[in-house]
């Protein structure tokens, strides 16, 4: 009988293969490389940026929506009389109010029309004309109203915000030229009237404030 050979040796049952190398690691370990999950970290940023976004979308959307609801519903009248001004009652004076309230009824989707001329002394006085309706967008408006003036006289520059005062929506005041020289314009628009003035002899800066007068004398909600 042959000899028998030497005794085989133990290795020990090999350890179940693994598709992670998370399994090379101890968990137990406090110094073992944690697990990192970048495309889930990635994932909650963009759904918190979302709707960060959503949010803010919904408090403009609600803010516009306020402001529509508190100003379309405004309402003109025109008075006597406003500071140092004193309406017109002459044919001239009227004639030329008609025409103000017809050519920006051309120009701007309005409900109502109004048109006045008023006077200070013989070398002062404002062309006022105005209108009531519901305004989607008073920025854009009171720009194609002021068109209104630029296909007459030219266009009008320098305009720069000014104080539109308690009732808010957007003021403006610029220059644009005349045979007569430089005549102011000022205008003011909100989501329920829109108005513009024609200051001759005056600077802007001397017309805002009585823009802004006639604004309060005129307009209420």
């Known amino acids: 009988m042959p000899e028998p050979g030497p005794n085989p040796i133990d290795i020990g049952t090999p350890p179940p293969a693994s598709s992670s190398d998370d399994d090379l690691f101890d968990h137990d370990d406090p110094e073992a490389p944690a697990k990192v999950k970048p495309r889930g970290r990635v994932r909650r ?28 519903h405004a309402k003109l009248e025109i008075q006597p009389s406003v500071g140092p001004l004193s309406l017109d ?16 009824a051309a120009e701007v989707d309005l409900d109502h029309t109004y048109g006045a001329v008023y006077n200070e002394s013989p070398d002062k006085n404002v062309l006022f004309l105005a209108g009531t309706g519901l305004i989607w967008t008073p920025g854009k408006d009171l720009d194609a109203a002021m068109n209104l003036i630029s296909d007459d006289e030219g266009a009008v520059t320098n305009l720069k915000d000014v104080d539109a005062g308690p009732l808010d929506g957007t003021m403006r005041c610029g220059i644009t030229k005349s045979a007569d ?41």
């Open 45 to 72: 940023v963009v759904i918190s940026v979302l709707l960060l976004l959503a949010l803010v979308a919904v408090a403009m959307l609600a803010f516009t929506s306020w402001r529509i609801i508190a100003q379309r």
């Open 89 to 104: 009652y002459s044919q001239d004076g009227a004639r030329t109010a008609d025409y103000l309230r017809t050519a920006l």
């Open 181 to 221: 020289g430089d005549l102011t314009v000022c205008g003011w628009a909100d989501h329920g009237s829109l108005a513009l003035a024609m200051f001759n002899n005056r600077t802007p800066e001397d017309a805002a404030p009585l823009m802004l007068a006639l604004r309060n004398a005129t307009e209420t909600r």
